[in-house]
T-cell receptor, first 116, second 115 residues
């Protein structure tokens, strides 16, 4: 079955530090890949996505590149802010026509805390 | 902004009681998903509707769980004879149309505590 593995957390950084959160996946086909973010007290929000190999998703200074050869979709940001403190989830979705009917498979989440 | 809404936001119940949660998706979205999230874990898929048809159920969804979407709009998730292991955040998401790139928009969730 499909699975997503994220780096162990929590991650604690100082403001303006470089961020990497690793994500690797296992899938039977060629899924789409997503990063969702959950701010304290709020629901899951889509941060970025990539639908095919070598695509780069980007939003709010965050980037992730779909690497088929390493089955990875690592999240990066060059300079984090205190407001980036949240839980980040990597997820995949199989392409239409598979047996999953579009369900998302999530990693366990990585807690990011950014200090001033 | 009419996003996905869920009610109630919090529910405390005693073991053995029945509970029902409601999800109102974004109005034009034909797909609706239920997920469960336990502390420190990512959401896990429970079930999915396209319009009023329930097309897939996870093996996590025991026979104590039932979900409906009677008119293809809002959905309800009922848990009968609740157990302490049912304590979790129940998330609803909706999306428009088919396609692997379609974004699922999530509601704020209903947090269930079974005593």
């Amino acid at each position: 079955g499909n699975s997503v593995t994220q780096m162990e957390g929590p991650v604690t950084l100082s403001e303006e530090a470089f961020l990497t959160i690793n994500c690797t996946y296992t899938a039977t086909g060629y899924p789409s890949l997503f990063w969702y973010v959950q701010y304290p007290g709020e629901g899951l929000q889509l941060l970025l996505k990539a639908t095919k190999a070598d695509d780069k998703g980007s939003n709010k200074g965050f980037e992730a590149t779909y690497r088929k050869e390493t089955t990875s979709f690592h999240l990066e940001k060059g300079s984090v802010q205190v407001s980036d403190s949240a839980v980040y989830f990597c997820a995949l979705k199989e392409k239409a026509g598979g047996t999953s009917y579009g369900k998302l498979t999530f990693g366990q989440g990585t807690i990011l805390t950014v200090h001033p | 902004d009419t996003g996905v809404s869920q009610n109630p936001r919090h529910k405390i119940t005693k073991r053995g009681q029945n509970v029902t949660f409601r999800c109102d998706p974004i109005s034009e979205h034909n797909r609706l998903y239920w997920y469960r999230q336990t502390l420190g874990q990512g959401p896990e898929f429970l079930t999915y509707f396209q319009n009023e048809a329930q097309l897939e159920k996870s093996r996590l969804l025991s026979d104590r769980f039932s979900a409906e979407r009677p008119k293809g709009s809002f959905s309800t998730l009922e848990i009968q004879r609740t157990e302490q292991g049912d304590s979790a955040m129940y998330l609803c998401a909706s999306s428009l149309g088919e396609g692997v790139s379609q974004t699922q928009y999530f509601g704020p969730g209903t947090r269930l505590l079974v005593l």
